[in-house]
């Protein structure tokens, strides 16, 4: 399975983005989607996950500002970045576990895409 992510880049704060991740191999529909995020010297952080059944679990610092959704006809899962601050700045990457449930931990998750660079600027 692999997992190829884009639509990282520059934005104002306050800005919006929406990365998307596509997956190739696999059966997409059974799997729980999750992003994460790791900034310069900092641990990776859980961010978003939407579970099998369509169920969406956010980080506290993203609630209201960032949304998930998952398109099993192109295999597909965005993140919808709205009201960015500079604390936002990482690399995001997403992953997929088999199980389906949408855990917070990454060990959690069985496939991981590339890193796409998001930076928010004051």
């Known amino acids: 399975v692999q997992l190829q992510a884009f639509g990282g880049g520059l934005v104002q704060a306050g800005g919006s983005l929406r990365l998307s991740c596509t997956t190739s191999?696999?059966?997409?529909?059974?799997?729980?989607m999750a992003w994460f995020r790791q900034a310069p010297g900092k641990e990776r952080e859980f961010v978003i996950a939407?579970?099998?059944?369509?169920?969406?679990y956010y980080a506290d610092s993203v609630k209201g500002r960032f949304t998930i959704s998952k398109d099993n006809e192109k295999n597909t899962v965005y993140l919808q970045m709205n009201s960015l601050q500079p604390e936002d700045t990482a690399d995001y990457y997403c992953?997929?576990?088999?199980?389906?449930?949408?855990?917070?931990?990454?060990?959690?998750?069985?496939?991981w895409g590339q890193g796409t660079q998001v930076t928010v600027s004051s």
């Open positions: 191999g696999g059966t997409f529909s059974r799997y729980a």
């Open positions: 939407v579970s099998r059944r369509s169920t969406s």
């Open positions: 992953a997929a576990d088999n199980s389906g449930y949408g855990f917070r931990d990454p060990d959690e998750y069985d496939y």
